[in-house]
Every structure is written in structure tokens, then in C-alpha cells.
């Protein structure tokens, strides 16, 4: 059983900062990428950030320069600081990762978080 467990999300005000973290668990080998996606009411989940490993990042255009991604591997754990919120960051955040479950099976499975809400008030 493979877990991820989201925090950190909540009610701000346009202009300000919050940090989601999000802690995977379970039997898992190893992590290769991880990634935070949203999903704003009425609208499709889309790639926010993503980790593929290697120090390789990318984020979709509406978050560059606000927002960073980070992983901590002896954590298993991934962070997403967001700063510079506007309103139209509002939305649930799922924290997604591809892993390997075992070290004598090659396939990459991925699995997703319960996710966070966060709201950004004008």
C-alpha cells in the first residue's frame, strides 16, 4: 500500500505565501519523479510543478517564478512554496509521483495524494 499524504494548504490573501508538503509512504523502491497538479473548479487537473529527478524541474507557465518545487529523497517527501499567490491559484493540489514498488520490477507506477485546498482571496 503506497500513501501520499498533502498539508499546507488553506485560506491567504492575493500576494501571500504557503508551503504544501507532501509525504509518501508505504512499500515503495524508489521515486523517480514527483509533481504537484491542480484542479480549479469546473476546469481539467493540470501540471503545476514536477521533480523528474536529476535536478531536472518544469512548471507550467502561470506559476514560473512564483512557485518552486523541491524534494527531499531521505524524506520521501516533495514541497511546493508558492509565493506572489493570486486568485486564480485557487484550486485542490494533488501531489503525484512514478515509482518503482519493488527493486525486481521495472515498472513505473504512479499514484496520487487526497489533495489540499488552497483559496487565495482578492
Known amino acids: 500500500q503506497v500513501q501520499l499524504v498533502e498539508s499546507g494548504g488553506g485560506l491567504v490573501q492575493a500576494g501571500g505565501s504557503l508551503r504544501l508538503s507532501c509525504v509518501v509512504s508505504?512499500?515503495?523502491?524508489?521515486?523517480?519523479?514527483m509533481g504537484w497538479y491542480r484542479q480549479a473548479p469546473g476546469k481539467q487537473r493540470e501540471l503545476v510543478a514536477a521533480?523528474?529527478?536529476?535536478?531536472?524541474?518544469n512548471y507550467a507557465d502561470s506559476v514560473k517564478g512564483r512557485f518552486t518545487i523541491s524534494r527531499d529523497n531521505a524524506k520521501n517527501t516533495v514541497y511546493l512554496q508558492m509565493n506572489s499567490l493570486k486568485p486564480e491559484d485557487t484550486a485542490v493540489y494533488y501531489c503525484?509521483?512514478?515509482?518503482?514498488?519493488?527493486?525486481?520490477?521495472?515498472?513505473?507506477?504512479?499514484?496520487w495524494g487526497q489533495g489540499t485546498q488552497v483559496t487565495v482571496s482578492s
Open positions: 503525484n509521483i512514478a515509482a518503482r514498488r519493488q527493486r525486481t520490477d521495472w515498472r513505473i507506477s504512479t499514484y
Open positions: 521533480d523528474t529527478g536529476g535536478g531536472i524541474t
Open positions: 508505504g512499500s515503495i523502491f524508489s521515486i523517480s519523479a
